[in-house]
């Protein structure tokens, strides 16, 4: 079992930049998929940016061209660098990791997410 620990969250001004960062132990860090989610108030958890083992990047069009996803296997840490932040980027950002990833399979294992505002 993977266990996965956010950091980096906080309060922004509108035009701003965060970079949040995922710790993961326990695991194979290097083989999984792993992605950052968003859940902001009143609305369901939503999809922000996954990074396969091989570099491959995803990003969902909200946050296409402001937010970069990266990953360093020697620290087992997934970041999120955020830039030209608004307020409807206002959320708990969550980290997830795929264990099995070309399976087919979603994502197995969360993180307990770190808030991000961003002030207008």
């Known amino acids: 079992q993977v266990q996965l620990v956010e950091s980096g969250g906080g309060l922004v001004q509108a035009g701003g930049s965060l970079r949040l960062s995922c710790a993961a132990s326990?695991?194979?860090?290097?083989?999984?998929?792993m992605g950052w989610f968003r859940q902001a108030p009143g609305k369901e958890r939503e999809f922000a940016a996954a990074?396969?083992?091989?570099?491959?990047?995803f990003y969902a069009d909200s946050v296409k061209g402001r937010f970069t996803i990266s990953r360093d296997n020697a620290k087992n840490t997934v970041y999120l660098q955020m830039n030209s932040l608004n307020p409807e980027d206002t959320a708990v950002y969550y980290c997830?990791?795929?264990?099995?990833?070309?399976?087919?399979?979603?994502?197995?294992?969360w993180g307990q997410g770190t808030q991000v505002t961003v002030s207008s």
């Open positions: 997830a990791a795929d264990t099995t990833p070309y399976t087919g399979a979603d994502f197995d294992s």
């Open positions: 990074i396969r083992s091989s570099g491959v990047v």
């Open positions: 326990g695991g194979t860090f290097s083989r999984y998929r």
